[in-house]
């Protein structure tokens, strides 16, 4: 379920597409001008010999070529050690090759081989850096990154990717200068490198990555065999198997995925061989031989290896990582109080039609809960809940393993020591009892849905929990088998997740939908890192993810957004007292206190998080189920979508900060109370700005925005604004009343000293606000533009035949060809392509390589006679589209480099 599937459909299938459009069209044309000759009517000697046909090739903006790929007829310079680091501008598109020693096609370096590129940058902070891999079929590449600090050690990168797809990609959390790193794991392949912003809602972890940065468990992963690799489900046979790999078996059954868990040292290189790393660690490469003095960090090296090597094997469907996802709660101070929040979404009028059903359940999958809390002790459901804590130095409970206790003892979590009692604050928030709800008192707080269950599922402990047992969690809760052998007599209604961590994972989807098909609604908070990129669980299709907001119904400071974000909810703002109550402006709920020899439990602090924010959305789910059993997790996305239930924030309609908006309790009961089907939607306008991102390189002064309406309705630019002084925003052709249309962007590099800089615009208006990145580079590398070595081609339109070649590199950026004595006599008609070859196959335009055709690579156009000879002006650029084995052939792959016989390089 979580390995990724290789033979899915790549994101360039649209290029893929579009050149095999190219080449039906040319076929197409080819028998048109068959038939009908040239444009002076074609037969005889009805045109002229001797013609030149010339033009410019200009390489796309940012175009870079690695300094040593295989063609031998390509400039030269070796870029193998940092020493040796080709040094690039930023943001860059690079094409690039690499190969182990007599792997791939004949050329400049298949005796050598060429396994390493080494590239030197200056990036700056939150940029991400992407490598294209070309071909899977022939090549395993990695990306590392090292700090440029002049004691780099090879065995000890800063960070790396070295995952089995088409894709790595790192992102970058500091300023500074680095060296970029592609190595050629396994084999041969083109690459394109790429460097750039992190546009908002862009930014995406890579299907298939293996992240050395990303938080999981060192020493576990998480596997999955195929149906029918094993024998027998038992402990024993499963341990036997495991044993061969040198792996343990910690959890998990054959039919399913397993926990597995690497050994010592010693062990570890039980493992090594069996999987065959030590054999490719054996090499002299340091790439091949990577080690750190800090043990974790070398245990992570080592349970990223070995993940990779496991993908390998055709026994095993999947293997992951063991995610770390964290409770999304910001640590703040543990004593603060006060239910500002309850009255902000209308929930005491809610209250008035339900305060909840003791048939409906909440599972809160959690740091377990405080089964004795005094608001708590009787809202449970008749199953009890369970703790599916795999490891002990996690769990923290004394009991080994997984047990059907889920109490919360406690993660020593919080400032002085102190345990957060997460999963207790969020319970609290579903479901605390009440006055009116069976308990409470005059020292108690009041749960959003009183009158219903929870289902206490514990995955949290020390230092967070692993998404293996976040599943088992889930799986329980939605009645599904599971490692704890039972299932509970009423499945959950609903599931809240106030956690996160990890990155995408298309294996974790496919999960989520089931759960999601046996109909559950799924909730979740949507991160406190203060960004658009998506976090997961709660970015997930068939999750409703909630983002915070304080006092003043605003977005809170450190809640995430994007364009995954469903709903707002209270999530609080510890920092402040707007209210002017004394009190910290934070969601009040229930929790322990354990700084004493025992933990006190009829304790009531104020946290602040978009895990405060996702149990008020959950508990009015709760109410509404409980007013309408039949409500299904479609329902609930529909009258969110419609507006029906929530109270319009912000831009007008659905905005990347609050979703639909913040959820209203009052609303969604009446809603559930009528089941009113979802009507026309009234207009929703809202601001569209193109391009997204604007980048000025290390050339360019001035860009244009285009701001338009996306959508029907009333919409007026408020205010366009920058955060740089460098940077200016001036209207250019707008409308008087709406300010819609299009501005010009320009920049003012005087005084800046070299590096690279970003700001951000934002433009404001009627119905939301748009931030539009922006990034620029002040010297450093040679700021012209090179797409590499060229080989213009002049093209028989009938037949695609190669007839007349040009080769060059670029001059200030730019290719100017010339084809001579072109013969036009019989009617002839040509076209003109061009391209790199930087594996040297003879074949231009491959995956990762630069192509270009005049007039465009849609559109290429026949010359004839009649048509212009001089001015056939186009641009090439490198081809960064992922491509998959299924997809490898290239429609263009008929047209060959045309190599004269007296060129022809000798091969070593």
């Known amino acids: ?139 395993d590449l990695d990306l590392l990154l090292y700090k440029d600090d002049g004691n780099i050690d090879l065995r000890d990168p800063d960070a790396l990717s070295i995952g089995t797809g088409n894709t790595e990609t790192l992102a970058v959390t500091e300023a500074g200068d680095y060296i970029v790193t592609v190595f050629a794991y ?156 309850y009255p902000l979404i209308n929930l005491p009028a809610a209250w008035d039609v339900s305060t909840g059903n003791t048939n409906v359940i909440v599972a809160i999958i959690d740091s377990g809960v405080l089964l004795n809390h005094p608001d708590l002790k009787g809202q449970f459901s008749a199953d009890g809940g369970y703790d599916f804590i795999q490891d002990d130095n996690i769990s923290q409970d004394g009991e080994p393993g997984i047990d059907d206790n889920p ?78 052998g039972t299932v509970p007599a009423q499945k959950a209604d609903i599931i809240n997740l106030s956690l996160g961590g990890g990155p995408f994972i298309r294996a974790e989807q496919d999960f989520i939908t089931g759960i999601r098909n046996e109909g559950v609604i799924i909730v979740a908070a949507a991160g406190n890192s203060s960004t658009s990129t998506p976090a997961y669980p709660a970015s997930y299709e068939g999750v409703i993810s909630v983002s915070a907001i304080d006092i003043n119904k605003q977005l809170a400071g450190y809640s995430n957004s994007g364009s995954a974000i469903d709903v707002a909810a209270p999530g609080g703002d510890t920092a402040r007292d707007i209210n002017g109550d004394g009190r910290p402006d934070g969601v009040l709920s229930t929790v322990g206190d354990d700084s004493g020899d025992s933990i006190k439990l009829d304790i009531y602090n104020e946290y602040q998080g978009t895990s405060m924010a996702a149990p008020h959305m959950a508990g009015v789910a709760a109410l509404m189920k409980s007013v309408y059993s039949g409500l299904t997790p479609a329902n609930l996305d529909s009258l969110l979508s419609s507006g029906k239930i929530v109270q319009d924030l912000g831009a007008s309609g659905r905005d990347n900060q609050f979703g639909h908006g913040l959820i209203d309790a009052r609303k969604a009961v009446n809603e559930a109370a009528a089941l009113a089907g979802v009507s026309g939607s009234p207009d929703t306008p809202f601001l569209s700005v193109l391009p997204v991102a604007l980048n000025f390189g290390n050339n360019e002064t001035s860009l244009s925005l285009s701001m338009v309406n996306g959508d029907s309705g009333e919409l007026t630019i408020t205010s366009v604004d920058d955060n740089a002084a460098w940077l200016t925003v001036t209207a250019n052709s707008v409308d008087a009343t709406t300010q819609l249309g299009n501005y010009q962007v320009s920049i003012d590099r005087t005084g800046l000293a070299t590096g690279t800089y970003t700001a951000n615009i934002t433009i404001d208006s009627s119905a939301n ?41 670029a001059q200030n950026g730019s290719y100017h060809f010339q084809f001579t004595d072109v013969d036009f006599s019989a009617g002839q008609n040509y076209r003109i392509i061009t391209g790199t070859d930087q594996n040297n196959n003879t074949i231009i335009c491959d995956a990762g390589e630069a192509c270009g055709a005049y007039i465009t690579q849609i559109q290429p156009k026949t010359i004839g006679i009649g048509d212009k000879h001089s001015d056939l002006d186009f641009t090439a650029g490198f081809n960064v589209g992922l491509q998959s084995p299924s997809t490898t052939d290239n429609p263009l792959r008929s047209i060959a480099i045309h190599r004269l016989p007296n060129k022809r390089e000798p091969w070593p």
């Open 407 to 484: 109490d919360d003892p406690g993660d020593k979590a919080s400032p002085g020591g102190r345990s957060s009692f997460h999963g207790t604050h969020v319970a609290g928030i579903v479901a605390a009892a009440t006055s009116f709800g069976g308990g409470g008192g005059v020292t108690g707080v009041a749960g959003v849905a009183p009158g219903v269950k929870i289902m206490p599922l514990r995955v949290l402990g020390v230092d967070g929990g692993t998404g293996y047992d976040i599943r088992q969690a889930m799986l329980y809760a939605a009645g599904l088998s599971n490692d704890s």
């Open 1 to 139: 379920m979580y390995r990724k599937d290789n033979n899915s459909m790549p994101h360039n299938s649209v290029i893929h597409s579009v050149l095999k459009y190219i080449l039906l069209l040319l076929s197409l044309l080819a028998i048109l001008s068959g038939c009908g000759g040239g444009s002076d009517g074609g037969g005889g000697d009805s045109g002229p010999r001797g013609v030149t046909l010339s033009g410019t090739v200009t390489g796309a903006a940012d175009s870079v070529a690695d300094s040593d790929i295989n063609d031998p007829k390509a400039p030269y310079t070796a870029n193998d050690t940092p020493d040796q680091a080709q040094s690039i501008p930023n943001p860059v598109t690079l094409g690039g090759y690499v190969n182990e020693s007599r792997l791939g096609d004949r050329g400049r370096s298949f005796v050598s081989g060429d396994p390493v590129d080494f590239f030197r940058i200056n990036l700056a902070a939150d940029q991400n850096i992407t490598l294209n891999i070309a071909n899977l079929n022939t090549g």
């Open 186 to 341: 396994e084999g041969y392949s083109n690459y394109a490198l790429m460097v750039g912003q992190n546009v908002a809602g862009t930014a995406t972890q890579a299907t298939g990555s293996l992240v050395l940065t990303d938080d999981f468990v060192p020493g576990e992963i998480i596997v999955r065999f195929r149906d029918g690799t094993v024998a027998s489900s038992t402990r024993q046979t499963l341990a036997t198997r495991t044993a061969s790999l040198g792996l343990q078996v910690k959890a998990g059954a054959d039919n399913r995925a397993m926990l597995l868990r690497l050994g010592d040292l010693q062990t570890r290189q039980t493992s090594f061989r069996a999987l065959g790393i030590t054999s490719k660690q054996a090499n002299v490469s340091p790439l091949r031989q990577l080690r750190s003095t800090d043990p974790k960090k070398q245990l992570k090296i080592d349970t990223l290896q070995t993940i990779k090597a496991l993908r390998k094997r055709k026994d095993v469907l999947y293997a992951e990582p063991n995610y770390l996802y964290q409770a999304q709660l910001v640590p703040t101070d543990p004593y603060y109080k006060f239910q500002w929040h």
């Open 769 to 809: 606000s748009v931030t539009v990145p922006v990034i620029q580079q002040v010297g450093g590398p040679d700021s012209k533009t090179d797409a590499g070595y060229q080989y213009v081609l002049l093209l028989d339109a009938n037949n695609n035949r190669s007839i007349k070649q040009w080769a060059g590199s």
